[in-house]
């Protein structure tokens, strides 16, 4: 079992750049969560699916932020236009009939 | 919104000395969760409880879950350089998988 799989696994780009964020759940798993991590706000949901449907985005911090799950084995998150502030390690995890969640290696994200 | 407290926020302790971390939840939770995140790693799951009053064992560590279901603690008997990293409960009021994680207690072990 490869786990969950993300990437990039770094990214470094300039303010004002589109930034695409990619995960692979794990398979068979019906849940998959987007989390945001920094230093000051410590670990963030943004969104969570499940059966590839956004059950709650509420914690997406503005309209730059958007994700989306095609389908059972690939999930999005953008951020369209990129600022300093968003600089983090994002986090992608997922979960099957249980609420344990495996977590992906995370992508850090760097905005100049 | 459901929001859970961890404290302390830091921790260091000798090596061989025990560690506790309090997890206390705004809400009354279904059941909760530890996970450990090593530096520079991602949160992996430890265990999970779901009876009021539960006590689980792993090892050196002890993972307690209160009467009222609101809170929950890990304490780690004489700890070892292995042991660090920070340790988040997160709590699930019920409802999916959606859980809240905790603020998350480091660990630091001085060997």
């Known amino acids: 079992d490869a786990g969950v799989i993300q990437s990039p696994r770094h990214e470094v780009t300039e303010m004002g750049q589109e930034v695409t964020l990619r995960c692979k759940p794990i398979?068979?798993?019906?849940?998959l969560f987007w989390y945001r991590q920094t230093m000051m706000r410590g670990l963030e949901l943004l969104i969570y699916?499940?059966?590839?449907?956004?059950?709650?985005d509420s914690g997406m911090p503005e309209d730059r932020f958007s994700a989306k799950m095609p389908n059972a084995s690939f999930s999005t998150l953008k951020i369209q236009p990129s600022e300093p502030r968003d600089s983090a390690v994002y986090f992608c995890?997922?979960?099957?009939?249980?609420?344990?969640?495996?977590f992906g290696p995370g992508t850090r994200l760097l905005v100049l | 919104g459901q929001q859970v407290m961890q404290i302390p926020q830091y921790q260091h302790v000798q090596e061989g000395e025990d560690f506790t971390t309090y997890c206390n939840s705004s809400?009354?939770?279904?059941?909760i969760q530890w996970y450990k995140q090593r530096p520079g790693g991602h949160p992996v799951f430890l265990i999970q409880?779901?009876?009021?009053?539960e006590v689980k064992k792993q090892k050196r560590l002890t993972f307690q879950f209160g009467e009222a279901k609101k809170n929950s603690s890990l304490h780690i008997t004489a700890t070892q350089t292995t042991d660090v990293g920070t340790y988040f409960c997160?709590?699930?009021?019920?409802?999916?998988?959606?859980?809240?994680f905790g603020t998350g207690t480091k660990l630091q072990v001085i060997p």
């Open positions: 398979s068979g798993h019906n849940s």
């Open positions: 699916f499940n059966n590839n449907v956004p059950i709650d």
């Open positions: 995890a997922s979960a099957g009939g249980v609420e344990t969640q495996y």
């Open positions: 809400t009354t939770l279904s059941n």
């Open positions: 997160a709590g699930n009021s019920g409802g999916y998988q959606k859980v809240t």
């Open positions: 409880l779901v009876k009021s009053g």
